[in-house]
């Protein structure tokens, strides 16, 4: 998705927990137009997580036929999006000529390296229908000597994404390592995505790593004394061993990974470096980004 305005950190409440909790980040609800977000990264309390930099939870919308997700050509640099759905679906197109629908269970990356741009919108018969969407997408950060490499785009359909099932709770193992399995999604630092499932009453043990947060996305956790309520996102303390209990049904993203360092963020333009996103900003404004193929007529201007 695109960042609209000049103002990429949402305002968030912020909640701190038991010692196993740095902070409980609560976003607030913003409405997009045709659907609303709820962002729990970048805040001004936590900027990142491991290589994650932007947590976007959409919807869940309910369109009426000629409604629904119309995200024009934007550009980005230096960082990867992830997509991924729980209900509904959305048609990508971008600058490498890539067209892709993206339905739920499926991981799309993509890769911006020194500059892409894509549009996000949905196929005709979708759109001339009542439909739904429902979903995360998520911005990694590339590590600094992969930030100007090559763009890409790679798709991951839902039935190459590990599936399995821990201590009765069913997941899937999105990115990275966990679990004992290992995603095909390819990553360029140490990276964790995690979905779970839980019942009321049942208990995880979260993988460890560097940097971890868990969202959840239906339902209320329980991590100790703590309660973590529905659209919340926790964010761990380095400790091993961190066990949730889901207190209702429960649906939960758990990121991680390992810490690249620190980023700028301007617009859709994320970079270890001002002046390239100073560069960037000024390329877009004078049209010297490669065009969406297929969707050239369209863009959403640069934000004062």
Not at 137 to 158: G, K, M, N, R, T
Not at 255 to 274: A, C, H, L, Y
Request: charged content about 20%.
């Amino acid at each position: 998705m695109s960042i609209e305005t000049d103002k990429t950190e949402l305002e968030c409440s912020i909640n701190r927990g038991c010692d196993a909790i740095e902070l409980i980040i609560q976003p607030r609800e913003t409405d997009l137009g045709e659907f609303s977000v709820k962002r729990s990264l970048p805040t001004r309390a936590r900027k990142m997580v491991g290589p994650w930099i932007f947590f976007d939870h959409m919807g869940p919308a309910e369109f009426a036929p000629g409604k629904g997700v119309n995200v024009r050509p934007h550009p980005h640099i230096n960082l990867a999006t992830v997509t991924y759905l729980f209900d509904g679906e959305i048609l990508h197109r971008d600058s490498l000529g890539s067209y892709q629908t993206i339905t739920p269970g499926d991981i799309n990356l993509m890769v911006a390296g020194r500059g892409i741009v894509h549009s996000e919108r949905e196929r005709p018969e979708v759109r001339s229908t009542a439909h739904k969407l429902h979903g995360l997408q998520l911005w990694l950060a590339l590590p600094q000597q992969d930030e100007e490499i090559a763009p890409a785009f790679y798709h991951y359909p839902a039935s190459t994404i590990p599936a399995l099932t821990v201590n009765g709770v069913p997941l899937r193992v999105l990115i990275g390592q966990a679990y004992g399995v290992t995603s095909p999604v390819k990553t360029f630092a140490q990276t964790l995505y995690v979905e779970a499932h839980l019942q009321p009453g049942q208990s995880l043990t979260l993988p460890d790593c560097e940097e971890r947060a868990l969202y959840v996305a239906k339902g209320e956790l329980q991590v100790k004394d703590t309660l973590v309520p529905e659209f919340s996102m926790v964010v761990f303390k380095a400790a091993t061993g961190v066990s949730i209990t889901a207190t209702t049904e429960s649906r939960i993203a758990l990121i991680g990974g390992e810490n690249v360092g620190p980023r700028f963020i301007d617009w859709n333009f994320v970079s270890s470096r001002k002046e390239r996103i100073t560069q960037a900003r000024q390329d877009w404004a004078a049209g010297r980004f490669a065009k969406v193929v297929g969707d050239e007529d369209e863009f959403i201007p640069l934000p004062e």
